[in-house]
Nanobody, 121 residues
């Protein structure tokens, strides 16, 4: 069964940067849309960014201009480059695979376990 594995989370100061990675345990991501969502304690899971199988990209307004989603050269790793991090970016970040690119979480059928991002002094 497919598993998505996120990595790259950690503790960073406000204004700092992190790069998250999402890779499959098996099979390819090449024919699917991949999205990043995040969930902070006590809050609902929210959409962050997504990339379609053909390379179209969408971002949440809250991260536009600060976060960049991209695919690796082998197309089987998806990255989320985060710059200008703010305390409100603190959350567990999840990657997810789906048949189409959308902001709606229920469309995505496989999810990773999440990686924690903490922005704090």
């Amino acid at each position: 069964q497919l598993q998505l594995v996120e990595s790259g989370g950690g503790l960073v100061q406000p204004g700092g940067s992190l790069r998250l990675s999402c890779a499959p345990s098996r099979y390819t991501l090449n024919y699917y849309a991949i999205a990043w969502f995040r969930q902070a304690p006590g809050r609902e899971r929210e959409f962050v960014a997504a990339i379609s199988k053909t390379g179209e990209i969408i971002y949440a307004d809250s991260v536009k201009g600060r976060f960049t989603i991209s695919k690796g050269d082998n197309k089987d790793t998806v990255y989320l480059q985060m710059t200008g991090l703010k305390s409100e970016d603190t959350a567990t970040y999840y990657c997810a695979r789906g048949p189409e690119m959308t902001t709606r979480s229920y469309v995505y059928d496989y999810w990773g376990q999440g990686t924690q991002v903490t922005v704090s002094t």
